[in-house]
């Protein structure tokens, strides 16, 4: 039987997985995910041309990411998928300046990883503790790494630089970007369909409940909103985007918030929850009524429309336009609204095409192509795997 690729992507509420064979070509086994961890927590499997639909509540009661890792396993067990994993891939946030590529997680890696920790406290313990729980599980296969920063390792330097001492810049105080994986996998999709100019000069917009732009050349990374830390750029969900830094020291030195009120405030209680006091989520509150749903969801558009303007300065303008993830894929409403904002830059969309969320959703004679692309970061990570193979 042919071996199988194991894709692990953890977060603070979900787990998400997929399994893929093939050796030349990928080719989806099964996807799906765990969600609600700390809530009510399901385990969803979306259906293929290879399984079946499958949904199972997994108690009531909060659970922990070892035990949403178990009832995966579980799963891909009972369907005789498990032993067949050969290689596990791992979507992991933080890969620092070191780790630009696809890298064997030995000791000496997962180390250097764990002192990454603080750089994205949300999501990279988590990461390595699927590592650590993959490695118990599978002990004859290898385990991968896959960064989330390496994808903006092409950036020119002056895109990464902050203005700070020279010696801090050196210590790794610097601009790293996000959500490589998922701007790795639109640049693929945009070589299938425009071929080696990759759409051009493109502007990829990440919208989910974390999000972030990036700016590219025929398909590399030149400028991306995500900094230093995922709290930069774009109002999100709970976290507050690009800020003066003088608020942070107000807050400090004023207010006398200890660094963990800070921390929680800037990632948990701010972004589209904190200025709507009502819900972090985008459909919640483009179906409310209330003024301040209206005034965050008004502020999420202004702010992607502004940082539009800016990328396409660093890139010299604007060819092509893709929407991706959740608020990108499913929020037509947003994605009318953001396109409107970048009419100056010759942004033209259908708005037929836009609300039955086809995949090139701009008018015929638009100079800018609009498309709306699903977001794949597991096949992004297993993609690295199959040029990663025979590296172990």
């Not at 199988?4 to 099964?30: C, M, P, T, W, Y």
């Not at 459909?283 to 558009?301: C, G, I, M, W």
């Amino acid at each position: 039987m042919t071996d199988v690729i194991l894709v692990l992507n953890g977060g603070s509420s979900s787990l998400k997985f997929a399994a893929f064979q093939g050796r030349d070509e990928l080719h989806l086994l099964v996807r799906g995910s765990v969600s609600s961890i700390g809530e009510r927590p399901r385990l969803h499997v979306a259906p293929t041309a290879r399984t079946p639909p499958f949904d199972k509540s997994l108690g009531e009661q909060p659970i922990s990411i070892d035990e949403a890792f178990e009832a995966v396993a579980s799963y891909l067990a009972d369907r005789g998928l498990l032993r067949r994993v050969r290689r596990v891939g791992h979507r992991i946030v933080h890969g620092g300046r070191e780790f630009a590529r696809a890298t064997l997680l030995d000791q000496r890696t997962l180390g250097a990883l764990r002192g990454l920790a603080p750089l994205a406290p949300i999501h990279q313990a988590i990461n390595l503790d699927l590592v650590d729980l993959a490695r118990g599980l599978l002990p004859g296969a290898i385990q991968v790494g896959c960064f989330d920063t390496a994808f903006h390792a092409t950036q020119p330097d002056l895109a990464r630089l902050y203005g700070l001492p020279h010696e801090m810049s050196e210590q790794g105080i610097m601009s790293y970007g996000f959500h490589g994986l998922s701007y790795s996998h639109i640049a693929s999709e945009l070589r299938n369909r425009y071929g080696a100019a990759a759409g051009g000069k493109t502007i990829v917009a990440h919208l989910g409940s974390g999000a972030s732009l990036c700016a590219m050349k025929a398909g590399a990374s030149h400028a991306t909103t995500m900094g230093f830390s995922t709290l930069d750029g774009l109002v999100m969900s709970t976290r507050c985007g690009a800020i003066d830094p003088g608020v942070l020291l107000h807050l400090l030195q004023d207010r006398k918030l200890s660094s963990d009120e800070l921390t929680d405030l800037l990632y948990e209680r701010s972004g589209l929850l904190g200025v709507s006091g009502i819900s972090g989520n985008m459909q919640t509150l483009l179906a409310s009524k209330d003024p301040a749903a209206k005034r965050a969801v008004d502020l999420f558009v202004y702010r992607v429309g502004r940082e539009i303007g800016s990328l396409a300065a660093a890139i010299g303008g604007l060819d092509t336009l893709v929407f991706t993830a959740g608020i990108g894929e499913h929020a037509p409403v947003i994605r009318q609204r953001i396109c409107e904002t970048a009419g100056w830059l010759g942004v033209a969309l259908d708005k037929e095409l836009n609300a039955n969320s086809e995949e090139l959703v701009s008018t015929g004679d638009s100079p800018v192509d609009v498309l709306v692309i699903a977001a794949d970061e597991e096949r992004a990570v297993a993609a690295e795997l199959l040029n990663f193979e025979g590296k172990d």
